[in-house]
């Protein structure tokens, strides 16, 4: 009902019927018509009836309501139906502004942030002096794991680590088992990568959460680094990767070091591994 009263018959294409329209918003039974379902369908619809609801109807109720993304989701939790996949909202596109100062402020320690493909969106510097990520690689964090050779030289953990990225990667591909850009990507890898390849061929699973690294870096040595994905609500395409200092070798001493003035004169990126 709510919902129905923010739309007004004219932003409906609807006649406003003047003085005879006793409350602001759609009638019940103009929102029927323009949902194409019947006035005492929908009337049970919004007393919260036992009645059959098909996803397809929902959609066309949220459409003629203007619901939201959110809206639309919370519509089908309340018809008893799985939610469909989250879709970011226009409004939201301008949050990754605020996005950059998050991984920012995270300084000095690696931060990044990638779409659902594991596209690289952004980085802040300590993620390009100590994880190597720059401009010239490929920019697919999945393909970059396993052929940017400065990553792989200088991260130890690499091969406990590969098993879990590619896991985590099947979990995402998993979400959206038709998406052609999760194909083209695992196509790609598996052109680049026998490992990769043999990895993919487990059909190992795993959600995405913490990963554990340890990097040698080359000018301040081994750095241990827990990595966190984090996601958005109102950016479901959006991952951020947040990675914290462990206590082992003092490394987030390190880490503030080579964000320092002294540090970044000596740690330019790339160093050869």
Same mark, same amino acid.
């Given at each position: 009902?709510?919902?129905?009263?923010?739309?007004? #018959? $004219?932003?409906?294409?609807?006649?406003?019927?003047?003085? *005879?329209?006793?409350?602001?918003?759609?009638?019940?039974?103009? %929102?029927?018509?323009?949902?194409?379902?019947?006035?005492?369908?929908?009337?049970?619809?919004?007393?919260?009836?036992?009645?059959?609801?098909?996803?397809?109807?929902?959609?066309?109720?949220?459409?003629?309501?203007? !619901?939201?993304? =959110?809206?639309?989701?919370?519509?089908?939790? !309340?018809?008893?139906?799985?939610?469909?996949?989250?879709?970011?909202?226009?409004?939201?596109?301008?949050?990754?502004?605020? !996005?950059? *100062?998050?991984?920012?402020?995270?300084?000095?320690? #690696?931060?990044?942030?990638?779409?659902?493909?594991?596209?690289? +969106?952004?980085?802040?510097?300590?993620?390009?002096?100590?994880?190597?990520?720059?401009?010239?690689?490929?920019?697919?964090?999945?393909?970059?794991?396993?052929?940017?050779?400065?990553?792989?030289?200088?991260?130890?953990?690499?091969?406990?680590?590969?098993?879990?990225?590619?896991?985590?990667?099947?979990?995402?591909?998993?979400?959206?088992?038709?998406?052609?850009?999760?194909?083209?990507?695992?196509?790609?890898? *598996?052109?680049?990568? =026998?490992?990769?390849?043999?990895?993919?061929?487990?059909?190992?699973?795993?959600?995405?959460?913490?990963?554990?690294?340890? +990097?040698?870096?080359?000018?301040?040595?081994?750095?241990?680094?827990?990595?966190?994905?984090?996601?958005?609500?109102?950016?479901?395409?959006?991952?951020? %990767? !947040?990675?914290?200092?462990?206590?082992?070798?003092?490394?987030? $001493?390190?880490?503030?070091?080579? =964000?320092? #003035?002294?540090?970044?004169?000596?740690?330019?990126?790339?160093?050869?591994?």
């Amino acid at each position: 009902m709510s919902r129905r009263a923010r739309i007004s #018959p $004219a932003d409906a294409g609807l006649p406003d019927g003047g003085a *005879r329209r006793r409350t602001p918003g759609l009638r019940r039974e103009e %929102v029927a018509v323009l949902a194409g379902v019947g006035v005492s369908w929908y009337q049970w619809l919004e007393q919260g009836r036992d009645i059959t609801v098909s996803p397809q109807v929902l959609d066309s109720v949220a459409r003629v309501l203007r !619901l939201s993304s =959110a809206e639309r989701r919370h519509l089908y939790v !309340l018809a008893g139906l799985n939610p469909p996949a989250p879709e970011v909202d226009r409004d939201a596109l301008k949050m990754c502004e605020g !996005l950059r *100062r998050l991984i920012d402020t995270w300084m000095p320690y #690696p931060a990044h942030i990638m779409d659902v493909y594991w596209n690289t +969106v952004m980085y802040n510097d300590a993620a390009a002096m100590v994880l190597g990520m720059r401009p010239e690689i490929v920019q697919n964090c999945l393909i970059a794991f396993f052929t940017d050779p400065i990553y792989r030289s200088q991260v130890l953990s690499w091969e406990q680590n590969a098993a879990q990225v590619v896991a985590q990667y099947r979990a995402a591909c998993s979400e959206r088992p038709d998406d052609e850009g999760f194909q083209s990507v695992v196509g790609q890898a *598996r052109a680049e990568s =026998a490992e990769f390849t043999e990895l993919w061929a487990r059909r190992d699973i795993e959600p995405g959460g913490q990963l554990r690294k340890a +990097v040698e870096h080359p000018v301040v040595g081994t750095l241990y680094l827990e990595s966190t994905q984090l996601r958005v609500p109102a950016r479901p395409d959006l991952t951020i %990767v !947040l990675h914290s200092p462990l206590p082992e070798a003092d490394t987030a $001493a390190r880490l503030e070091w080579l =964000a320092s #003035p002294e540090g970044r004169r000596g740690s330019m990126y790339p160093v050869a591994g």
